[in-house]
């Protein structure tokens, strides 16, 4: 548990530019402190600085979203030395969002659990997820994108479609790029 093997645990709620955190001491449970920062470069830094600051010694920061919002954030703690854990999205009530009541939560949910979630890893791994999410994605498009063309031909006048009947998708594309469309008639307005 990490209540036995840190002092504090800083909860942490990512926004697409923003991230709260809030830091807890694992003796009481208590809020130390909070900081709403940028998600960025210098953000990252003031965010450490603030950490060093409030949670001095053994910590642990429990993030909501290292694989997406905070992923930045993540990297910059890991390769400073820091242990980051990964919190599902934290479940709340019906009443509206609250980021640093999320941020509180998601440092809570952590020191609840007894086996932690480590962010995953990025580089040659993460690159390939993307390169074949990418490649999913095109190929999802291009079908669609062809399914349009063949209902656009179904239901297109017989003196089209008797060019494109029978022939393949590549012949079929050539043949409607190399199509005239015919002139509208001009109109002068006086």
């Given at each position: 548990?990490?209540a036995e093997?840190?002092?504090?645990?800083?909860?942490?709620?990512?926004?697409?530019?923003?991230?709260?955190?809030?830091?807890?001491?694992?003796?009481?449970?208590?809020?130390?402190?909070?900081?709403?920062?940028?998600?960025?470069?210098?953000?990252?830094?003031?965010?450490?600085?603030?950490?060093?600051?409030?949670?001095p010694?053994?910590?642990?920061w429990?993030?909501?979203?290292?694989?997406?919002?905070?992923?930045?954030?993540?990297?910059?703690?890991?390769?400073?030395?820091?242990?980051?854990?990964?919190?599902?999205?934290?479940?709340?009530?019906?009443?509206a969002?609250?980021?640093?009541?999320?941020a509180?939560?998601?440092?809570?949910?952590?020191?609840?659990?007894?086996?932690?979630?480590?962010?995953?890893?990025?580089?040659?791994?993460?690159?390939?997820?993307?390169?074949?999410?990418?490649?999913?994605?095109?190929?999802?498009?291009?079908?669609?994108?062809?399914?349009?063309?063949?209902?656009?031909?179904?239901?297109?006048?017989?003196?089209?479609r008797?060019?494109?009947?029978?022939?393949?998708?590549?012949?079929?594309?050539?043949?409607?790029?190399?199509?005239?469309?015919?002139?509208?008639?001009?109109?002068?307005?006086?």
């Open positions: 548990m990490l093997q840190y002092r504090y645990v800083i909860g942490g709620d990512p926004d697409r530019d923003t991230i709260d955190l809030a830091v807890l001491d694992t003796a009481t449970g208590g809020v130390r402190a909070h900081l709403a920062d940028t998600a960025d470069g210098p953000g990252y830094e003031r965010i450490l600085d603030w950490a060093r600051q409030h949670a010694g053994q910590r642990v429990a993030i909501e979203g290292t694989g997406s919002f905070a992923a930045g954030l993540a990297r910059f703690l890991a390769e400073a030395g820091e242990t980051v854990v990964e919190i599902g999205a934290v479940k709340r009530s019906r009443a969002k609250n980021d640093h009541i999320d509180v939560r998601a440092a809570r949910e952590a020191l609840a659990r007894d086996l932690q979630a480590l962010p995953r890893a990025r580089g040659q791994r993460e690159a390939i997820r993307m390169v074949l999410a990418t490649r999913a994605g095109v190929l999802v498009s291009r079908t669609k994108a062809i399914n349009e063309l063949k209902s656009l031909i179904v239901v297109a006048p017989e003196h089209l008797a060019q494109l009947r029978g022939l393949s998708l590549v012949r079929q594309l050539a043949r409607i790029e190399a199509l005239q469309t015919p002139r509208a008639p001009r109109f002068s307005i006086e």
